[in-house]
């Protein structure tokens, strides 16, 4: 039998080539060998002050650009159409420590952020996010929960409550899940190569995969590749970038060929930015297709994913079922 894999990713807007190298390819490579379920986490994106129109049409537009990127439709469910998730949160909110919810640095990070953007508030739901977390994927009793490192801590939150529970029940019940590190391409900023490619710095920093041809050339050409403090003969940071987003776009001859122009000191930068804004444009491209091809569908697609949430909402029904019996829950036999 397959391993099962889970994943969620927030809906933010725009998908970017870090986005996309970091976490959402691994997921198109990982549905040959695995059983999946991806979310899309709108609960999630209510622990930050939020627009709600906007929470709705970022939900879809996510949708439709995992769809363009490879993502299949039957891996993908929203997660507020899967109720389930909110009732085993509030169930694992008895089963955390209370302690460690403080220590997570998403909430250290998120909560300053949150509090700057709106006079200080700081919704109860950003402390308790991992619980909804950790409910996303131990209602599918995942084995394997493909993430950054910057989620490891959540994870270990996770297996925490996955423990406590089985131990309290007297039942091991749940998986207790591990992390599924791959080894993926750091992609920096265009603009400041010395962060990490997001976009919170603005719309210099990143490249989006579904942007025209016109703006991807012209991104890539204006990308920094001179930082200054670089010493004779040493890459500077942009160049790498760039090396590496050739690299992750599989243009190995190109790579091979560049590479060898650098060693010999002839790389020139407009030629280099051609080649690497080619590998991206031609990578894009295929995306591009797929994408408007399901937006031509739009209604079609939309249906289909209410149908797989349907599908992938029984197993977490299922769960809750037996949660609610081992928890001395619900009980309605006299
Ligand atoms: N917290 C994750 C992030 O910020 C998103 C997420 C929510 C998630 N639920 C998940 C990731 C379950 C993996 C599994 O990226």
């Excluded at 402390?127 to 996303?136: E, G, H, K």
């Excluded at 930015?273 to 994408?291: H, N, P, S």
């Excluded at 079609?300 to 029904?317: C, F, G, L, M, V």
Aim: aromatic share 10%.
């Amino acid at each position: 039998m397959k391993k099962r894999i889970l994943s969620c990713i927030q809906p933010t807007g725009d998908m970017h080539l870090g986005n996309y190298f970091g976490a959402v390819k691994n997921w198109v490579d990982l549905q040959a060998d695995y059983e999946c379920f991806y979310g899309v986490v709108d609960y999630h994106a209510m622990t930050m002050p939020y627009d709600p129109k906007k929470l709705k049409n970022n939900v879809w537009d996510l949708i439709f650009n995992l769809i363009g990127v490879g993502v299949d439709v039957e891996n993908l469910f929203i997660q507020s159409l899967v109720p389930e998730h909110a009732e085993l949160s509030w169930i694992f909110n008895c089963f955390t420590p209370f302690g460690r919810l403080g220590q997570m640095t998403q909430f250290k990070d998120k909560s300053s952020q949150s509090s700057e953007k709106s006079e200080g508030f700081i919704s109860a739901g950003l402390f308790t996010y991992p619980i909804l977390q950790a409910a996303d994927i131990l209602i599918y009793n995942a084995d394997f929960v493909p993430v950054g490192k910057d989620q490891e801590q959540h994870l270990e939150l996770t297996r925490t409550v996955a423990q406590r529970f089985n131990n309290q029940v007297k039942k091991e019940y749940f998986t207790i899940p591990e992390c599924l590190f791959t080894e993926t391409p750091k992609i920096m900023s265009t603009a400041d190569p010395s962060r990490k490619m997001s976009k919170s710095a603005g719309e210099k920093h990143y490249i989006s995969v579904f942007a025209d041809e016109a703006r991807l050339r012209k991104q890539i050409r204006s990308a920094v590749t001179d930082s200054g403090d670089t010493l004779e003969g040493e890459m500077s940071a942009g160049v790498k970038n760039l090396f590496e987003i050739l690299r992750a776009c599989g243009a190995d001859e190109a790579y091979a060929e560049m590479m060898k122009n650098h060693e010999s000191g002839e790389l020139r930068y407009a030629e280099f930015k051609d080649v690497v804004a080619d590998a991206v444009v031609g990578l894009c491209a295929e995306f591009k297709a797929r994408k408007e091809e399901a937006l031509a569908n739009k209604k079609d697609i939309k249906y289909k994913i209410k149908q797989s949430s349907a599908e992938i909402r029984k197993t977490a029904q299922q769960t809750i079922k037996d949660v609610k019996e081992l928890a001395g829950l619900g009980n309605v036999k006299f």
